[in-house]
């Protein structure tokens, strides 16, 4: 294949680069950082437990969306929330504009 793009340096350059394995930089999702959300047990039972530098006052919003975009609940920040009448399943909390997905068992 190098052989019919030796026309232009970046042909070259870009079948070599497909040709290996990509190495991701980062799994974002599972890495704690500043600003983050920390949700925990995850999955979860009953109760989740919200740790977030985002949030900080009352005020500040948080929903739970389904994986179909339905939103289930809207709530102010809280730092334990009731998940008990949630069905099982994979859900997504947004606050902030952030967002991060658990499991509800």
Same mark, same amino acid.
């Given at each position: +294949?190098?052989?019919?793009?030796?026309?232009? %340096? !970046?042909?070259?350059?870009?079948?070599?680069?497909?040709?290996?394995?990509? %190495?991701?930089?980062?799994?974002?999702? !599972?890495?704690?950082?500043?600003?983050?959300?920390? #949700? /925990?047990?995850?999955?979860?039972?009953?109760?989740?437990? +919200?740790?977030?530098?985002?949030?900080?006052?009352?005020? !500040?919003?948080?929903?739970?969306?389904?994986?179909?975009?339905?939103?289930?609940?809207?709530?102010? /920040?809280?730092?334990?929330?009731?998940?008990?009448? #949630?069905?099982?399943?994979?859900? %997504? #909390?947004?606050?902030?504009?952030?967002? +991060?997905?658990? +499991?509800?068992?």
């Amino acid at each position: +294949i190098e052989k019919q793009f030796t026309n232009t %340096i !970046d042909s070259v350059i870009d079948i070599n680069f497909l040709s290996g394995a990509p %190495i991701p930089a980062a799994v974002l999702e !599972d890495m704690p950082f500043e600003n983050s959300i920390v #949700l /925990y047990p995850n999955p979860v039972k009953n109760v989740l437990l +919200i740790q977030s530098e985002l949030a900080s006052k009352a005020s !500040d919003r948080m929903e739970i969306f389904s994986l179909e975009g339905k939103k289930i609940m809207e709530s102010e /920040y809280k730092k334990t929330l009731d998940v008990s009448f #949630l069905q099982s399943g994979v859900y %997504i #909390l947004k606050m902030n504009n952030s967002s +991060i997905k658990f +499991i509800k068992e």
